[in-house]
Nanobody, 127 residues
Framework: QVQLAESGGGSVQAGGSLKLSCSMSGLTANNYCMAWLRQAPEKEREGVAAVDSDGNTSIPDSKKGRFTISQDRGKNILYLQMDSLKPEDTALYYC?????????????????????WGQGTQVTVSS
């Protein structure tokens, strides 16, 4: 049984930082694409960052420079370092895993790619 468990969320003032973690277990392949996505109230789920098994990352331009995704595949832990946080970053943050797409780009933070999801961790940024 696949389980993804996020941690590290919380409340922070604008300009602050948080580091999210996602512990994964039960994954049956070693080439999963892993990602962070978020969903704010009354908004669609939005991709934040993704990383493939080779360490290649995909981050939307709007989030480059503030969000960094990393992984420890040996420990099956995914991280998201968030810096210079803004109130508009307030959302429920999910980690997700899915098999790579058959054609490039193989791994990107597109919700349609992922079959395994965590329950989410809340991030609240106050002004």
């Amino acid at each position: 049984q696949v389980q993804l468990a996020e941690s590290g969320g919380g409340s922070v003032q604008a300009g602050g930082s948080l580091k999210l973690s996602c512990s994964m277990s039960g994954l049956t392949a070693n080439n999963y694409c892993m990602a962070w996505l978020r969903q704010a109230p009354e908004k669609e789920r939005e991709g934040v960052a993704a990383v493939d098994s080779d360490g290649n990352t995909s981050i939307p331009d709007s989030k480059k420079g503030r969000f960094t995704i990393s992984q420890d595949r040996g420990k099956n832990i995914l991280y998201l370092q968030m810096d210079s946080l803004k109130p508009e970053d307030t959302a429920l943050y999910y980690c997700a895993a899915g098999l790579p797409r058959p054609v490039p780009p193989n791994c990107r933070p597109d919700a349609r790619q992922f079959t395994e999801w965590g329950q989410g961790t809340q991030v609240t940024v106050s002004s």
